[in-house]
């Protein structure tokens, strides 16, 4: 193959990667995901950290402690954790949650086709009569299929 064959295939490989339906979806997800992460952030700073501040009576987001010159700004971390939690949170109640909802309405959840075994509690098919990472060999009807 010439070089500028060569350089074609592999252009045409990377278009149909990147034209790939989960790869476009994840791109999507991770855009509004950081904008969304970026609304939580604003709304921690701007509202929630300053409620906490009050109750001590100083500015949350700069509370610090001080040992041999170092300064630890424990302020800036609470301040980061509670956005985690709030952002998780509202993806949890506002994403996971209705979208579980809405499946089990329409039947589009799957038949439960796994379960832990019994000894090391590694997913194997419910099918399974041996477990592939302990090797323990399985029971007639070990697993009982249940959401």
Avoid at 42 to 52: E, H, K, M
Avoid at 79 to 93: D, M, P, Q, Y
Wanted: hydrophobic share 50%.
């Amino acid at each position: 193959m010439r070089k500028k064959e060569k350089t074609q295939a592999t252009l045409t490989e990377f278009r149909a990667f990147i034209l790939r339906g989960n790869v476009v979806d994840l791109a999507v997800a991770v855009a509004v995901g950081a904008s969304f992460t970026a609304v939580i952030t604003s709304l921690v700073a701007a509202f929630i950290t300053p409620i906490i501040g009050a109750l001590f009576a100083k500015d949350f987001a700069h509370l610090s402690f001080n040992i041999n010159g170092s300064k630890f700004q424990y302020g800036l971390f609470v301040n980061a954790l509670l956005t985690f939690l709030i952002t998780a949170t509202a993806v949890f109640f506002f994403v996971v949650k209705p979208t579980q909802h809405l499946l089990r309405r329409f039947g589009l959840t799957q038949s439960l086709t796994k379960a832990p075994c019994p000894r090391c509690l590694t997913d194997i098919p419910i099918a399974a009569t041996r477990c592939a990472s302990c090797t323990s060999k399985l029971e007639a009807n070990w697993a009982t299929p249940s959401e």
